[in-house]
Structures are given as structure tokens and as C-alpha cells.
């Protein structure tokens, strides 16, 4: 099973930065996708962005032109950098990592990482 942990959340003040990372570990299996989710409480964990391990990338329309994601496959880690954040971006963000071994599809979660933007 893969773990991931995740890192760089924390308090920002509106328009400040963050940089999250998260890094995988226990596979021998290449990762095909990984991303960052994000939720609040009562609500749907949403897609943020999405990075394939050929660099194809995915991002929601609320964070378009303003988070980055990136990944480094030799050391199995993503990066989400978060610019120009908002208040309403304040969630606990998850790392996700998606894989398969022949047909069979699999997936990981972390355990979140609390970002929080003051207005």
C-alpha cells in the first residue's frame, strides 16, 4: 500500500502563498496520477488539481491561474503551489496518488494538511 504525507499547509493572509507538498512512499508500482483534493466540513472533497506522470495536468476553474501543481517522479512526490490565495480556499487539502497493476486500479489517500487564509 502506498503513504503519503503531505506537508506546507498552514495560515496565510489573503493574496499570500503556500507550497504543499506530498511525497509517496511503499510502491514499486509507477503512480500514474497524482493530485490534491480539498474539503470543508459538511461539504464534498473537490478536485483541485490532478498531474499525470507525463506532466498532463488538471485544474479546477477556482484555482486555474493561480495554483501550480508539479511532481517529481524519481522522488515520488507532488507539489501544489498556491498563489494569490483566498478566503475561500481555506480547507484541509489531501493528497491523492492513483495506480494500476494491469487492469486493476488503485488509490491512496494522506492524511490532509489544514490551509487557512485570513481575509
Known amino acids: 500500500q502506498v503513504q503519503l504525507v503531505e506537508s506546507g499547509g498552514g495560515l496565510v493572509q489573503a493574496g499570500g502563498s503556500l507550497r504543499l507538498s506530498c511525497a509517496a512512499s511503499g510502491t514499486r508500482y509507477a503512480i500514474n496520477i497524482m493530485g490534491w483534493y480539498r474539503q470543508n466540513p459538511g461539504k464534498q472533497r473537490e478536485l483541485v488539481a490532478t498531474?499525470?506522470?507525463?506532466?498532463?495536468?488538471n485544474y479546477a476553474d477556482s484555482v486555474k491561474g493561480r495554483f501550480t501543481i508539479s511532481r517529481d517522479n524519481a522522488r515520488n512526490t507532488v507539489f501544489l503551489q498556491m498563489n494569490s490565495l483566498k478566503p475561500e480556499d481555506t480547507a484541509v487539502y489531501y493528497c491523492?496518488?492513483?495506480?494500476?497493476?494491469?487492469?486493476?486500479?488503485?488509490?491512496?489517500w494522506g492524511q490532509g494538511t489544514q490551509v487557512t487564509v485570513s481575509s
Open positions: 498531474i499525470t506522470n507525463v506532466g498532463s495536468t
Open positions: 491523492n496518488a492513483v495506480w494500476w497493476v494491469f487492469t486493476t486500479r488503485y488509490d491512496s
